[in-house]
């Protein structure tokens, strides 16, 4: 009896055994895992041996389109480099709901999973507060979006995919100065937040000293984002033609339809963050119609790079991209080009990594989506174009197609 008793819990032991391997194991040719609730995906290399990349954004609130993209495009670069087998990387998203407190809780969350470079975070306010942080730890830094000119000062960790502010400003200034010469412009912004302002202050310089007229300046913060009647009615009595909105999408949808319900139709020019307008949930896009806005990409462009782009993209989430995703999908891309260059390892840790790929940023020259021979400044600023599209039937196109 006790014999059989014996073999009996052999066998059990035994089952017990294939069934935690059933449950725990893996087939070996598995190359990615599902994504996760939170953002994460992670492609990891067969042998283990992979860079360990984090980033942050809004996956939920009044921002996710934004950090939706962003992290829905850094799969796409992820899984394809792992394929090309040159570097191997492991990614993995954290949602920061656009908060600064929230963005750094995110990125120590970060760093215990054991990130090594920061693909992030996605707007300029989390950016701003992630940077001390990832100043003080000496991880390397790329925000793929945030483009405040304070999210990089006194910062050499710290780069940007997109073009700054500034650079904003200044391009839509070039831009009526050199295809809407005899225009009226109102300028809309808001006024606590530091996107919003940096783009005005340039916009503004920039207009006077080129000879475009701006006739009325109205500002609004986020607990006035509800009413613009007021700027609307200021802008329409001051004669403006034109109303530049150096502001995200959520506050332009308003402006839009307030607009149209006062049956005031100027020709509303905006930046980067109105980028997203057309897939708002509630939103009328047919209000957009003829809105122009600067942006570095366009699904429309019939290079054969976005096209591919574009079609990956809609055959994995069913939506088209917009500027966010491409500058992510840069960005990895981007890292990958940095890492190789500098010779860095996996088994190399965040501080060793960043020092390098410090040295080797301002040496790059990169082709991408957003951008061709883009090359970094040693203060972490891009230097690329911006250009200009139009909101037509729905699509950007360039203007005049």
Not at 276 to 289: H, N, P, Q, R, S
Not at 344 to 364: F, G, H, N, R, Y
Request: proline letters at 4%; hydrophobic letters at 40%.
């Amino acid at each position: 009896m006790k014999t059989f008793k014996r073999v009996m819990a052999l066998v059990m032991v035994a089952a017990l055994c294939l069934v935690c391997f059933a449950a725990c194991g893996g087939t070996k040719d598995e190359t990615t895992t599902a994504p996760a609730s939170d953002g994460s995906s992670s492609a990891p290399a067969a042998d283990g041996a992979a860079f360990k990349i984090g980033s942050t954004g809004p996956l939920t609130g009044e921002a996710a389109i934004y950090g939706t993209a962003v992290m829905n495009a850094a799969k796409i670069a992820v899984d394809e480099i792992n394929a090309e087998g040159k570097i191997k990387f492991e990614f993995k998203g954290e949602d920061d709901v656009a908060d600064g407190e929230t963005a750094v809780n995110a990125y120590n969350k970060l760093l215990d999973w054991g990130m090594q470079i920061l693909m992030g975070p996605v707007t300029t306010g989390s950016s701003i507060a992630v940077g001390a942080k990832s100043y003080e730890d000496r991880v390397f830094s790329l925000t793929p979006s945030g483009s405040s000119t304070d999210i990089i000062d006194g910062k050499d960790n710290f780069f940007q995919v997109c073009f700054t502010d500034p650079n904003q400003g200044t391009g839509s200034a070039d831009y009526m100065a050199e295809n809407m010469k005899d225009t009226k412009v109102a300028v809309i912004y808001r006024n606590d937040d530091a996107y919003s302002q940096g783009i005005h202050d340039t916009f503004v310089k920039e207009a006077k000293a080129k000879g475009v007229e701006v006739v009325y300046e109205g500002t609004f913060t986020k607990d006035t984002a509800t009413d613009f009647s007021v700027q609307l009615t200021a802008a329409k009595n001051a004669k403006a033609d034109t109303i530049f909105l150096p502001i995200y999408y959520q506050p332009a949808s308003v402006i839009l339809k307030q607009a149209n319900d006062m049956g005031y139709k100027p020709t509303f020019f905006g930046v980067d963050g109105m980028d997203g307008i057309l897939t708002m949930e509630g939103f009328d896009a047919k209000l957009a119609e003829g809105v122009m806005l600067l942006t570095p990409f366009s699904a429309d462009a019939d290079d054969a790079k976005t096209q591919a782009f574009v079609k990956k993209y809609k055959e994995a989430y069913g939506d088209t991209p917009n500027q966010f995703a491409a500058d992510a999908y840069d960005g990895i891309y981007i890292i990958a080009d940095a890492l190789q260059k500098a010779g860095c390892t996996p088994d190399m840790s965040a501080k060793e990594i960043c020092e390098k790929l410090i040295e080797v940023m301002p040496t790059l020259k990169f082709d991408g989506l957003t951008g061709e021979g883009m090359t970094w400044s040693k203060t972490g600023e891009v230097s690329k174009a911006p250009r200009a599209v139009v909101i037509k039937d729905g699509v950007y196109v360039t203007p005049g197609k």
